[in-house]
């Protein structure tokens, strides 16, 4: 069964967060498209490629 859990990125300022966010053909929430090696979203060593996300700032992204 898939694991939930909360992932915090930080990033400096004009720095990206280094992901690429995508829609699935399924209707899900979005998922992870790309992480960039080196930026925030890498650095922090817990998000992977396919990894759904179903809230962005607190707010619900859609799909279930």
């Not at 909360?6 to 209707?27: A, C, Q, W």
């Not at 899900?28 to 090696?37: A, D, N, Q, R, Y």
């Amino acid at each position: 069964e898939p694991q939930r859990f909360e992932v915090i990125v930080v990033r400096k300022p004009g720095e990206s967060f280094g992901l690429g966010i995508g829609e699935t053909s399924d209707g899900g929430p979005p998922v992870v498209t790309e992480l960039k090696s080196g930026l925030p979203a890498d650095r922090c060593g817990l998000l992977n490629v396919m990894d759904r996300i179903h809230f962005i700032n607190g707010k619900a992204t859609g799909g279930e």
